[in-house]
């Protein structure tokens, strides 16, 4: 089984910054992207960004300048530095990641069980 377990939500106040983490654990073989997304109330969930393997990094319009996304790939986790947040940056963040559980098999995508946000203006 897989499990990819996000931390380091909570509540700040507008300007300031969060680190949040997402460690993949399980019968792992590989993994490709990684990336976060979001989803605020009433709202679908959107993409925050995208990391390779490689290192490689892609961010949505509205993060860009203020969130950095990293990872360790012997930890297998990946980090979202966000800094000065904005109350439109409050919602549910989720991580994910394409990975494969073994050389045969095809890679697919997992998810997180995600971890609030809220910024307070």
């Known amino acids: 089984q897989v499990q990819l377990v996000e931390s380091g939500g909570g509540l700040v106040q507008a300007g300031g910054s969060l680190r949040l983490s997402c460690a993949a654990s399980g019968s792992i073989f590989s993994i490709n992207d990684m990336g976060w997304y979001r989803q605020a109330p009433g709202k679908q969930r959107e993409i925050v960004g995208h990391i390779s393997s490689g290192g490689l990094t892609n961010y949505a319009d509205s993060v860009k300048g203020r969130f950095t996304i990293s990872r360790d790939n012997a930890r297998r986790t990946v980090y979202l530095q966000m800094d000065s947040l904005k109350s439109s940056d409050t919602a549910v963040y989720y991580c994910?990641?394409?990975?494969?559980?073994?050389?045969?098999?095809?890679?697919?995508?997992?998810w997180g069980q995600g971890t609030q946000v809220t910024v307070s203006s």
């Open positions: 994910n990641a394409d990975l494969k559980t073994s050389y045969w098999t095809s890679a697919s995508t997992y």
